[in-house]
């Protein structure tokens, strides 16, 4: 069965570098999403991408967040400088009209760790 | 603020036991109503969408009532492969894509 796919699985990085985390959606996808989780807590939205462009974005979501779909078939989620509180599972999603177009299949995330 | 919101748990209960897990969401724009499970360090899983007329796939039963806004997951004859955390989740209104997740009740089923 088709799945998401992220990498890395693991991303340490310092506080202010730059950080890209990416995602392979579902193939026949056509609606993608970021979420994180900060360890002990609920998951919570990102943003949602359609059609080459952010549909949805959260309050969390500010201007050192962004996204892109560089080519037909990655999603990435780029932090331009990196804090402490943005340590987090790191979720991407993708739903489509196969399964039920408001079901979303998350991959099994990057844990982004900043010192 | 649009919140969801469940009993934390933990539940611990006999392999065999009928469970139940109930949800109440903030949100009276929310359309789509759905349950995940979520093992320790690991992605949500899809468990099943939940419908207004109530919906069961095997073991599990899941009820919505829109005018109480509560959500319940039935599951019966647990098994130990069952114990997970428990997510409700409700998108945040008509055409949007945005899920809001509760914090999860922690299940553990005990041989």
């Known amino acids: 069965e088709p799945e998401v796919t992220q990498t890395p699985s693991h991303q340490v990085t310092q506080m202010g570098q730059e950080v890209i985390l990416r995602c392979v959606p579902i193939?026949?996808?056509?609606?993608f999403y970021w979420y994180r989780q900060i360890l002990g807590q609920k998951v919570e939205f990102l943003v949602s991408f359609y059609n080459n462009e952010i549909s949805e974005k959260s309050e969390i979501f500010d201007d050192q967040f962004s996204v892109e779909r560089p080519d037909g078939s990655n999603f990435t989620l780029k932090i331009r400088s990196t804090k402490l509180e943005d340590s987090a599972m790191y979720f991407c999603a993708s739903s489509g009209k196969d399964r039920g177009i408001y079901e979303q299949y998350f991959g099994p995330g990057t844990r982004l760790t900043v010192t | 603020r649009k919140e969801v919101e469940q009993d934390p748990g933990p539940f611990n209960v006999p392999e065999g036991a009928t469970v139940a897990f109930n949800c109440t969401y903030s949100?009276?724009?929310?359309?789509?109503f759905f349950w995940y499970r979520q093992d320790c360090r690991k992605e949500p899983k899809l468990l099943m969408s939940?419908?207004?007329s109530g919906n069961e796939d095997g073991r599990f039963t899941a009820q919505l009532n829109r005018a109480s806004q509560y959500i319940s997951l039935l599951i019966r004859d647990s098994k130990l492969s069952d114990s997970a955390t428990y997510l409700c989740?409700?998108?945040?209104?008509?055409?949007?894509?945005?899920?809001?997740f509760g914090k999860g009740t922690k299940l553990s089923v005990i041989p």
């Open positions: 939940v419908y207004s």
């Open positions: 949100n009276s724009a929310s359309q789509s």
């Open positions: 193939s026949n996808h056509l609606y």
């Open positions: 989740v409700v998108n945040t209104g008509a055409g949007s894509y945005q899920l809001t």
